[in-house]
């Protein structure tokens, strides 16, 4: 009954806020799914509003406490020797400071042919900026040539104990995969010695367990716990839920709602494997029971042996203020990455990248592990063929903001394995578009303000929802991922007769497509059971689901 009258109530405050905006902005129709109160209750849409640096809650600081200057440690720009030792040199100075630090970069040219590890909290790479007089950090090789990473030897073993290969017998390709396809970055934080991803079980190791989770009820913060051990309000934990159920289990049928989609065997043959994580801050404790500050993105059971266990990671992490280059280089095959590679960002919570521009990157920005992180005016761009852009994998309440991508990539946005609750909002794809989501338990993920250009295939029809990923993890996606308000801009001259067909995804069930519009007549095929609404209308009123739920929840 509790329940019941609580879902009356956020009802009735989601349509008196609906009216309040209707009433000061315009008559405009809005959406059912937001607006109408029998839709409301019938479709659960997850709140993103808790993606992004302190849950959007507060502003990106502008830190200057302690300024190190890396020109005082023998960086030197644009005089063409490389800088590596002395970065090096001057991160290591940064260190030894106690509290918050910024290294400061100078203007020009600075090259890097090392990898610039960030492994502590409360510090800030900074440049003087991506235009005129901004810095520049040149990268004249991959990394292909640079030492092993020790935190990739998992995955090295993995992909040769797998045979891992890129096989093209068309273009006689048959070649192993790189350890840098989807990892590492010339500019990486990690907690060093701790794992990011499993691959292997032989690198397993026992968790710190600090409350076992009995019971919890989707959209909602608190969890009835027991075995409370050493928990404390400010606690940062990771979430833990496992299928134990096998290929059949209650865990596969709440993350696809009972759809009959083909399931990959990694949903259960790694039962000592979490399926679901979330990276959430302990806000309460009250006997038995804990509220957690962002919202259970699926109801917890007995059977999923859900728990709150240690997470080891760093805090105000900031990387802004620069350009990365790299040179051009001819591409050999998807999956055969050399590694020019930007940024990689492992176990940060509460930071953010800023402010940059990745020129002719394998990938721009990888991201895995990473909770309440902004990534917002980004630029990637180059005439080197992409393996990602602005990538989330294994992360939970990101928010990448404003991203412009001119260059061509094989997934140009997306959400790959185990990512949750993240956001692509006000970002625009120049040249091949694909809104991808990649398989591997991802759900409830927003595409918010997308503006896309493209050109339609010759069957009048583009394949703008793509879902990537290894069969072993398919389906595309969970239940209730969501589009909203996509602006399509058709290069070429349009049958006026028929519609363009926008499609690519055949299992991804339960998806949310509202407001989809542009310069042509659109239809929207995705399977199964999508939920849509203003196709060919642009949404005025709400033109970002993010911003219109952060303001509600923040009122």
């Known amino acids: 009954m509790k329940s019941v009258l609580k879902k009356d109530y956020l009802a009735n405050v989601t349509l008196g806020f609906i009216l309040f905006v209707t009433a000061n902005v315009s008559s405009q129709e809005l959406p059912k799914i937001i607006g109408d109160k029998a839709m409301i209750q019938q479709n659960y849409l997850p709140d993103y509003s808790f993606a ?13 406490t302690n300024l190190i200057l890396a020109t005082d440690y023998g960086v030197v720009p644009n005089d063409g020797l490389d800088d590596s030792k002395a970065l090096l040199k001057a991160i290591q100075a940064a260190n030894a400071i106690e509290g918050p630090v910024v290294l400061q970069l100078p203007a020009g040219r600075l090259i890097l042919s090392t990898i610039l590890y960030i492994e502590r909290s409360h510090f800030v790479l900074r440049g003087t900026g991506v235009g005129d007089g901004g810095t520049e950090i040149f990268c004249p090789r991959p990394m292909m040539y640079l030492e092993n990473p020790e935190s990739l030897t998992e995955l090295r073993e993995y992909l040769l104990e797998f045979d891992k290969r890129e096989v093209q017998k068309e273009n006689n390709i048959d070649l192993p995969f790189s350890q840098y396809a989807w990892s590492g970055g010339f500019i990486w934080t990690q907690v060093p010695g701790e794992r990011v991803k499993s ?44 299928n134990t159920e096998g290929e059949n289990g209650s865990i596969i049928q709440d993350l696809y709602k009972n759809t009959k989609v083909k399931v990959g065997s990694h949903h259960w043959m790694f039962p000592d494997l979490p399926i679901v994580t979330q990276q959430v801050e302990v806000t309460k404790i009250v006997n038995n029971k804990v509220t957690i500050k962002s919202p259970l993105t699926i109801s917890i059971k007995p059977s999923y042996n859900a728990q709150l266990v240690a997470w080891k990671h760093l805090e105000e992490v900031g990387i802004e203020q620069f350009k990365i280059t790299f040179p051009n280089a001819p591409r050999v095959a998807h999956h055969i990455e050399p590694g020019y590679n930007g940024i990689c960002l492992t176990r940060v919570f509460n930071s953010w990248v800023k402010d940059v521009v990745i020129h002719n990157a394998d990938s721009g920005i990888l991201t895995e592990e990473i909770a309440n992180v902004t990534i917002e005016d980004i630029v990637t761009e180059g005439s080197n063929m992409a393996h990602y852009t602005v990538a989330m994998a294994g992360v939970y309440n990101v928010l990448v903001k404003n991203l412009k991508v001119f ?71 969970g239940a209730y991922s969501t589009f909203w308000n996509l602006n399509v801009h058709v290069l070429s001259k349009l049958d006026s007769k028929k519609p363009l067909v926008l499609n690519g995804i055949e299992d991804g069930p339960y998806a949310y497509i509202i407001g989809v519009s542009g310069n042509g007549t659109f239809k929207i095929d995705y399977e199964p059971h999508s939920y849509q609404e203003f196709i060919n209308q642009s949404l005025k009123i709400i033109p970002s689901l993010y911003d219109y739920q ?6």
């Open 199 to 242: 691959y292997l079980q032989k690198y397993d190791q026992p968790k710190q367990v600090l409350a076992k989770v009995q019971q919890g009820n989707r959209g909602e913060h608190v969890v009835t716990v027991s075995n409370v051990n050493g928990l404390k309000v400010g606690d940062v934990v990771q979430l833990e839920l496992f």
């Open 407 to 477: 260059n061509n990539a094989v997934h140009p946005l997306s959400f790959n394995t185990f990512s949750t609750k993240n956001v692509y909002q006000n970002c625009e794809v120049f040249t091949n578009p694909l809104l991808d989501q990649h398989s591997g338990a991802n759900h409830q993920n927003l595409f918010d303000n997308i503006t896309v250009h493209l050109n339609p295939n010759a069957d009048n029809s583009y394949p703008l929802f793509s879902g990537g990923g290894a069969g072993y993890w398919k389906p595309s996606h």
């Open 550 to 555: 952060l303001k509600l929840r923040l009122k």
């Open 52 to 64: 992004g640096y302190h849950n959007g809650e507060i502003k990106i600081p502008n830190n200057q």
